[in-house]
């Protein structure tokens, strides 16, 4: 069996200390093959975020471990880690500097990781998100929600990671813009080979762009299945059937999108 490209191994977070402290990622193992894509699912508050930014650096890790192509990632990560991890936050008005053109934007991790020719790249990134030149130097607040969600994904698509982090992309959006990032998110990954985490409470979503998904609950993973399975309905836990049931009609919008 191929070595995945991501593993985690019973890593917990946990914020606070003594009596305040709380645990918002409880003792979380899985692993991402490279290629794949991943759904983490559940409600708000179950720790599902917080599983991606434990990934990323952004939140600390009190237990376990994190590796990536077997080897334990470092703290503080370091560029090779983010030159093969790279992640697309829930909020496309929050994530992009506002005094920033797309430009700058794109230009930025291209000069701290010093890659050569950043006008080639910063031109086939546009292309590769449906962006034409016209809207290089355009700043945040000149573009809709949608456009500037693809030019979040350019960010992290510039460097050509091997993993994306995607935390919620398109529940800012409104439906039909949804349709079209979770397109666009499919025809890069099959593109350039990506492989994706991707957080998301919404199982039309979850079952669109993934092929396994793990049902989070209080910080902690309590049940595996693939897409079909959650298509089928064959779910085993009982959160996970009640998330179901909540969801009735989740099918024929994943089939509509």
Do not use: W
Not at 4 to 15: M, Q, R
Not at 36 to 57: F, H, M, P, Q, W
Not at 93 to 121: C, F, K, W
Not at 133 to 138: K, N
């Amino acid at each position: 069996m191929a070595q995945p490209i991501l593993k985690l191994e019973n890593v917990s977070v946990a914020f606070g200390g003594g009596r305040l402290r709380v645990t918002a990622v409880d003792d979380v193992s899985f692993a991402l093959k490279d290629g794949e894509s991943l759904g983490l699912v559940g409600e708000s508050g179950t720790g599902k975020s917080t599983v991606l930014r434990a990934i990323s650096g952004l939140a600390p890790i009190r237990d376990g471990r994190i590796l990536l192509d077997g080897r334990e990632v470092p703290s503080p990560r370091d560029l090779a880690f983010y030159a093969t991890v790279q992640m697309v936050f829930q909020d496309p008005y929050g994530s992009l500097h506002p005094r920033h053109t797309v430009d700058q934007i794109l230009s930025e991790p291209l000069a701290i990781h010093r890659r050569p020719d950043p006008d080639t790249l910063i031109s086939n990134v546009l292309r590769d998100v449906g962006l034409g030149p016209s809207f290089r130097f355009r700043y945040p607040h000149q573009l809709s929600g949608g456009q500037r969600q693809r030019v979040a994904v350019a960010r992290a698509l510039i460097l050509r990671p091997r993993i994306i982090l995607l935390d919620e992309p398109t529940s800012a959006l409104d439906a039909s813009v949804q349709a079209e990032i979770l397109n666009l998110l499919e025809a890069l990954r099959a593109e350039h080979g990506l492989s994706y985490i991707l957080v998301s409470h919404d199982l039309a979503v979850v079952a669109h762009l993934c092929e396994r998904l793990l049902v989070m609950q209080r910080g902690g993973i309590v049940e595996e299945m693939t897409a079909d399975e959650l298509r089928a309905g064959a779910v085993a836990n009982p959160h996970t059937a009640a998330m179901v049931a909540a969801s009735r009609g989740f099918e024929r919008r994943a089939n509509s999108l």
